[in-house]
């Protein structure tokens, strides 16, 4: 029997079913449970998020400990929020006598506008919850650096530029309140057990940008339907008409133009333009 002690171990895949059974545990599909089980990718990872030694470092969804205690190790005070109750006993044993603090509960519920400015988050996130997360944790204007690990898709649709066909709301949220970089994609197999689908890391640096509700309204409507054109689209989110077609025209735009097609700024541009 293998018992944890240091973050090395939770990259055995063999360490880690050996975990699982000593628990009665297996991987939960409710809460997206893949635990990264490659040393080489996990060292990447903590190195993205890029603190100092003793920065605490906010975690979502920590699973077994793994990103965790690599975290840890490398000089991290980690606060870490798990649904799973279940992974309570394991955390006893894998988190033992570190810098971690759990807290149990929903990180979709948790209010991130209450922990302090100019903190970092990682995580390996639960593919059913990456995209509101992601879009809570840059409306709390808390994070100066944002670390996830999210499916492929997902990171393709965070770093979309306009015409692309991932383009869309995600995109530009992400565009309005951060800088945001893909770093590098995680093949299923370094997963136990694997998903379907490739994983990526993006990296968000946050900026100063508050939350505009009124500019992505426009935005959620431009994509509401996107086989229409803009100016339908608008139309059937009740913009006035004719003022949707004086703005394209003001900004040299065509008017069969797609929402898809427009840049932020040129979003910002037509808000601005529009009657209030």
Known sequence: MTLIS???DLTSSRAVRELLERYGLRADKRFGQNFLVEAG???????????KPGERVYEVGPGLGTLTRALAEAGAKVTAVEMDRRLEPVHA??????????IWGDA?????????????FAGNLPYNIATPLITKLLLSRRFHRIVVLVQKEVALRMVAAPG???????????????????????????????PKVTSSLVRLEPNANPDDPELFRLIEAAFAQRRKTL???LKAAEYPPQAVT???????????????ALSLEQFRTLHSLLPR
């Open 41 to 51: 990718y996990l060292q990447r990872i903590v190195a993205a998020v890029g603190f």
């Open 6 to 8: 240091n973050w090395q």
């Open 246 to 260: 004086a703005a394209l025209v003001q900004m040299g735009l065509p008017p069969q133009i797609r929402g898809e």
């Open 164 to 194: 692309t066909p991932e383009y869309g709301v995600l995109s530009l949220r992400i565009q309005h309140h951060s800088q945001a970089r893909r770093l590098f994609d995680l093949p299923p197999g370094v997963f136990l057990p694997p």
């Open 231 to 233: 100016s339908n689209a």
């Open 93 to 102: 044993e894998t988190l033992a006598h570190l810098p971690v603090e759990v």
């Open 108 to 120: 979709l519920e948790f209010d991130w506008r209450s922990i302090p400015p100019g903190s970092l």
